[in-house]
């Protein structure tokens, strides 16, 4: 009876010491927390609003993300300088209150993120902003110390009033040896226990997705691929149930036919099926999409094999196998087989602009587009979309317009009942 007695005691002391050590062994499985329902629209009306959201300096700008703030305005962030990837690059930030969009402000520098993190820092890109769980603004934003974006790495700055003020940077330990090869493009999702499910990918001896989970402080707990090839980028997670999802990926294949990619789980993001290949086509340009509340998917994307020169609004009502076009946002197809001048570009860009509405000096958006797009031969250039929905049941989305702007939608649900 006593060596049972002794059994019982020492394993129980066994039991302690690993939740002590590692109570995530013991903790049930993780569940997906459900998006909130936006409140039903009352406006019967359509409308579709447009704006430029940067000033145009600097002359290239590129990755915006937008975020949903309790306080119903809106909080934009985007990387901009010369050009991608040089040194000047910053990370620029602005609100959109009252219908218009404040001056761009600079978030992030190569300086300030060097002396934050205490490690060289040569570039920054691609932001992505979200609101936590626990109220906090978030962006988590990508840093280079040597070499091109495939030995990037992740940095959080966190704001505890929504913006008003900014801890420093500090980075996120992704990989245990040399943590680099990590980007992030697309929105997070979030768990019942308040931990942040953050979608990223690799580019370093292969191309794959992957999802980070958070903890409510911004600790790496796991890591959970999505891909085990080299061909898929930039997932878009989509949460149906507390365990199920479907993540749409960016087409990085050299191997024609080039489609989106598709993969789901059913375990809250633990496991992945093997990815397949949907009807949408992608010319290795990023997608953005969200679930609207009758389960269809809603998604914006480059359209096209090749080049991105057309954005479309397209719809799901499989989960993402098939697709059907709504509208085009842009489209400049037509233009393909007789590419314009630089007189005739400029003249059709005079044009475009009229459909802008709040934008800054023309002729510094005419001069920007022009010097960034017509190198060689003047073609139009749509990419990188960021889409969200607001509390108040609105549409808005964010993507590079032409290099050299940052292009706000805004649109809602009486306008894209019209397109259904």
């Not at 002590?20 to 997906?32: E, G, H, I, K, Y």
């Not at 794959?208 to 707990?221: A, C, Q």
């Not at 993540?247 to 789901?264: C, F, K, N, S």
């Not at 999409?289 to 954005?311: I, P, Q, S, Y």
Request: glycine share 6%.
């Amino acid at each position: 009876m006593h060596r049972y007695r002794r059994i019982a005691a020492l394993a129980g002391i066994v039991c302690l010491t690993l939740w002590a050590a590692c109570p995530a062994f013991f903790a049930p499985p993780p569940r997906f927390a459900l998006p909130s329902l936006p409140a039903s629209p009352s406006e019967k009306t359509p409308r579709l609003e447009s704006a430029l959201i940067n000033q145009p300096d600097p002359p290239r700008v590129h990755a915006a993300a937008i975020a949903a703030l309790p306080s119903g305005r809106l909080f934009a962030v985007w990387y901009g300088g010369l050009r991608e990837g040089s040194t000047d690059v910053k990370i620029y930030a602005a609100d959109y209150r009252h219908g218009a969009w404040s001056p761009q402000r600079v978030l992030a520098t190569t300086a300030q993120t060097m002396a934050d993190t205490g490690r060289f820092t040569r570039k920054v890109g691609n932001p992505v902003a979200f609101v936590t769980p626990r109220g906090e603004l978030w962006v988590v934003y990508v840093s280079v110390a040597l070499g091109g974006w495939a030995a990037s790495q992740l940095n959080l700055i966190t704001s505890p009033d929504l913006g008003e003020s900014w801890r420093p940077a500090r980075r996120l330990v992704t990989e245990p040896f040399l943590n680099i090869s990590t980007l992030v493009k697309g929105e997070p999702v979030f768990f019942e226990n308040g931990d942040i499910g953050l979608p990223v990918y690799y580019e370093m001896a292969g191309k794959l997705g992957e999802l980070l989970t958070l903890s409510p402080e911004g600790e790496v707990r796991a890591r959970h691929r999505m891909d085990h090839g080299s061909r898929s980028l930039q997932p878009v997670v989509l949460v149906e149930t507390p365990t199920r999802a479907v993540a749409l990926m960016r087409d990085g294949d050299d191997l024609p036919p080039h489609r989106v990619w598709r993969t789901e789980t059913t375990d809250a993001g633990q496991h992945w099926s093997a990815l397949t290949q949907t009807d949408l086509p992608n010319p290795n340009s990023a997608l953005s999409a969200l679930r609207l509340e009758d389960g269809k998917l809603l998604a914006v994307a480059n359209d096209v094999e090749n080049e991105r020169f057309r954005l479309s609004l397209l719809m799901s009502a499989d989960d993402g196998q098939h697709w059907r076009v709504l509208h085009r946002f842009e489209d400049k197809e037509s233009f393909l087989q007789d590419p314009p001048d630089r007189a005739a570009f400029h003249a059709r860009l005079l044009e475009d602009l009229q459909d802008i509405g709040q934008m800054p000096d023309t002729e510094a958006v005419v001069r920007n587009v022009e010097n960034s797009l017509c190198e060689t031969h003047c073609a139009w250039q749509y990419d990188y979309p960021y889409l969200i929905r607001s509390a108040e049941g609105d549409f808005h989305l964010v993507y590079t317009w032409n290099r050299g702007f940052i292009r706000h939608l805004r649109f809602n649900r009486a306008w894209l009942e019209e397109r259904l």
